[in-house]
């Protein structure tokens, strides 16, 4: 059975202080890794895909990379408004649909 | 930018009542699907919708559930008969295709079943 599991589930941080989180994750054969971000009472916000080990994306102040087993956010110099759960979800290649199994998410609040 | 709408943002329910959140799919988007997100907990996968048939579903998604999309723009999600443990948010999200096309979620519905 797959499974995602992030750490840490909450962080605190002031702003500019850099910092990363992670998502491990266990798939039959991975067909994509789904960056998310959510507000409260939001739904989940597309933030990154990522497909193969060695590969990186990045936007603004995030900057996510893949490894065989794992997957790291990056946040550089976090502001207050980048304060979110962020979600990781995997999409395995034994699955026939698009079904996306999600971790339990990082709190992260970035005080000023 | 297109985005996913749902309706209604809130729904009270007595339970055993039959509900239906409704959802309107980013445009060109062919895929769809249901996720739901019980408190404090994890984002958790229901169906997904293509070509106006489930093409695949969890253990979650009983005789209970049911999926319809009734004309071209709406997807709708029907829960025939509520128990309390249906509580939960439940998110509409919809994908251009399949593979690695990313899933573009909407706000949800928060069902709060009394």
């Known amino acids: 059975e797959d499974q995602v599991t992030q750490s840490p589930e909450a962080l605190r941080l002031q702003e500019g202080e850099s910092s990363s989180l992670n998502c491990s994750y266990t798939?039959?054969?991975?067909?994509?890794l789904f960056w998310y971000r959510q507000d409260p009472g939001k739904g989940p916000e597309f933030l990154f895909t990522?497909?193969?080990a060695g590969e990186e994306k990045e936007k603004e102040r995030l900057k996510a990379t893949l490894t065989k087993k794992e997957s790291f956010l990056h946040i550089t110099a976090p502001k207050p408004e980048d304060s979110a759960t962020y979600l990781c979800?995997?999409?395995?290649?034994?699955?026939?649909?698009?079904?996306?199994?999600f971790g339990a998410g990082t709190i992260l609040r970035v005080k000023s | 930018e297109p985005e996913v709408t749902q309706t209604p943002s809130h729904q009270v329910t007595q339970m055993g009542q039959e509900v239906i959140l409704r959802c309107v799919p980013i445009?060109?988007?062919?895929?769809f699907y249901w996720y739901r997100q019980i408190l404090g907990q994890k984002v958790e996968f229901l169906v997904s919708?293509?070509?106006?048939?489930?093409?695949?579903k969890s253990e979650i998604f009983d005789d209970q559930f049911s999926v319809e999309r009734p004309d071209g723009s709406n997807f709708t999600l029907k829960i025939r008969s509520t128990k309390l443990e249906d509580s939960a948010m439940y998110f509409c999200?919809?994908?251009?295709?399949?593979?690695?096309?990313?899933?573009?979620f909407g706000d949800g519905t928060r069902l709060s079943i009394l």
């Open positions: 990522l497909y193969s």
């Open positions: 798939v039959s054969g991975l067909r994509g």
């Open positions: 979800a995997v999409r395995s290649s034994m699955e026939y649909g698009n079904k996306l199994v």
């Open positions: 919708f293509y070509n106006n048939e489930i093409s695949e």
């Open positions: 445009s060109n988007h062919l895929y």
């Open positions: 999200a919809s994908s251009k295709r399949q593979g690695n096309q990313p899933q573009h």
